[in-house]
């Protein structure tokens, strides 16, 4: 019998390429302009699961994007893994910045260049080839269903009601995603906690029209200036954030927690270094792994109004933006925070303007057990392709599809990623090393015999 090693040295060129096919493809979900590109990426993801031995695929409708489905149901009596992954991918502003085309992919030094590389065609693509080598090599150890939606970069609105909707068919023992990373090449890891997201954007209006800033400067109110002397209030001098409640749910970490934390191998300077900063920021009392993991934070994504075009204008806006997120820790609940600062933002603003607060998105933080059947599954799966045990970590980002799935589904997942900090995800030049996604599809495999076995009892 051929073996996951030998089957992946012998079509690995395929696999880049497949990959590379995928990535061409612009499934930007924030931009309706893309619809149609959505959609054939969509029919694509569909495509290749019907090639790599799937069942009962489909390309299922929602209110948004749909959800491609397929399945592989070798006997009832084994244990079922879901596997979830997206194929819609992030803006790829700004463009200039970008070393090559964001969905023209190049691969260069090891890594494979392109919007979605590594979050997360890139992670997603890598299940859908361990399970054409598993079939293969005839080592499918578990019954798998696929769940690849099209909408998680937008907030995963209508995944909801598509899961509710498709509990019989969504029935799974474990649910398998790849959206994280690991420390490093050589030091493996399992995300087991992720932060919530509250997602808001605010609007400060002064005057009803953009006034002359020589005949009404120092006279009435400059909405932008406002929105800025706002946002700066938001955070006092130690970075505490400054909402009225805010904090009352954080789960605080006792003192050996933290120790533990601390022990997951880490260079400040490294860290400083690669990013081409001289210091960190953050929150007074914690460090950089502590402040991007199990507290909370509140950081401005976007600001703008008045006049950006060359040259100068002259004028006072009548009207300023900005889109805030809040990552939210253990049992802080979006819908309450996003309550608390849009109270707090209005109660704040001078009587010389007027705010709204629109929500976007938003989802629970998380945190997944280790002693689970399935997390000792994609150790021992990491381990042996790693040759180290894998460090349990807490992510800063978020997946708020994890909490609905425990809500919904009753299902734990298990987060088996293999991107690094370094991969420029939401960013210009988002890469992927080839390394990565090709350990993925050798580790993924191991995933499920594993998970089979300990089943058993």
Not at 111 to 139: P, S
Not at 272 to 282: Q, S, T
Not at 297 to 307: F, K, M, P, R
Not at 396 to 408: N, Q
């Amino acid at each position: 019998m051929e073996t996951i090693n030998n089957y992946i040295q012998k079509h690995k060129d395929r696999f880049l390429q497949e990959l590379i096919e995928l990535l061409k493809i612009p499934s930007i979900s924030a931009d309706p302009k893309y619809k149609d590109d959505l959609h054939k990426t969509a029919e694509a993801v569909k495509a290749k699961l019907i090639a790599a031995g799937a069942d009962k695929v489909e390309v299922c409708k929602t209110d948004g994007y749909p959800v491609v489905y397929g399945e592989k149901i070798i006997d009832k009596k084994l244990p079922t893994v879901l596997v979830y992954g997206h194929y819609d991918v992030q803006p790829p502003d700004p463009l200039d910045l970008w070393n090559s085309p964001p969905f023209e992919p190049v691969i260069k030094d090891g890594k494979i260049y392109a919007r979605g590389a590594c979050d997360d065609k890139g992670q997603m693509y890598m299940h859908v080839k361990a399970f054409e080598l598993m079939m293969q090599t005839n080592t499918l150890a578990c019954n798998v269903k696929f769940m690849i939606e099209g909408e998680e970069e937008v907030g995963s609105s209508n995944l909801g009601t598509f899961v509710k909707q498709n509990k019989e068919k969504l029935k799974a023992d474990i649910i398998l995603i790849s959206d994280t990373g690991i420390i490093a090449n050589d030091i493996p890891a399992i995300t087991v906690g992720l932060r919530g997201l509250s997602y808001v954007e605010v609007e400060v209006t002064g005057p009803n029209r953009d006034l002359h800033s020589g005949l009404y400067g120092g006279a009435v109110a400059n909405p932008i200036n406002i929105l800025c002397e706002m946002i700066a209030s938001l955070k006092d001098k130690d970075n505490h954030i400054t909402i009225p409640g805010f904090y009352d749910d954080v789960d605080i970490l006792s003192a050996e927690e933290r120790a533990e934390m601390a022990k997951a191998p880490f260079s400040l300077e490294e860290y400083k270094n690669a990013l081409g900063i001289e210091d960190v920021h953050g929150e007074k009392g914690f460090s950089t792994n502590e402040r991007t993991s199990i507290r909370p934070t509140l950081d401005v994504n976007g600001i703008w109004g008045g006049y950006t075009g060359e040259g100068a204008k002259t004028v006072i806006a009548s009207k300023a933006y900005a889109k805030i997120s809040m990552r939210l820790v253990p049992h802080q609940n979006h819908d309450k925070i996003t309550e608390l600062f849009t109270a707090h933002f209005k109660s704040i603003a001078p009587k010389s303007v007027r705010v709204k607060v629109t929500p976007h998105h938003g989802g629970e933080p998380v945190v997944t057990p280790t002693t689970s059947i399935a997390y000792q599954a994609a150790s021992k799966a990491m381990q042996t392709t790693f040759g180290k045990k894998p460090v349990p970590v807490r992510s800063g980002g978020s997946v708020p599809i994890v909490a609905l799935f425990k809500t919904e589904l009753g299902l734990d997942s298990v987060l088996l990623g293999f991107g690094l900090d370094s991969d420029a995800i939401h960013s210009p030049n988002e890469h992927f090393g080839v390394f990565n996604y090709l350990k993925g599809i050798e580790t993924i495999p191991l995933f499920y015999a594993n998970y089979a076995e300990m089943m058993k009892g």
